[in-house]
């Protein structure tokens, strides 16, 4: 394997690891909030999502700012 071979592959594992580590962060800090407001909507399809945007005025502090968080 080349070196750029290794390094490209490094770089896609650093970067799917830190965006798994920010899902992870935004789904322990709307937990609360998914249950309340968003609980009949299946994962994986983006509409966890939207509907806690939809909310995002009833929602935690926390949660707004792990979704912020996700934004950038």
């Not at 071979?5 to 935004?26: D, E, P």
């Not at 998914?34 to 509409?47: L, V």
């Not at 929602?59 to 950038?72: G, H």
């Amino acid at each position: 394997m080349s070196k750029l071979s290794f390094a490209a592959i490094v770089v896609v594992v650093a970067f799917s690891g830190a965006a798994s580590a920010q899902s992870t962060n935004a789904r322990g800090a709307c937990r609360a909030d998914y249950d309340k407001f968003c609980a009949g909507i299946a994962p994986g399809t983006g509409g966890i999502i939207a509907c806690l945007n939809g909310k995002r005025d009833q929602l935690s502090e926390t949660c707004k700012k792990a979704l912020d968080s996700r934004k950038k």
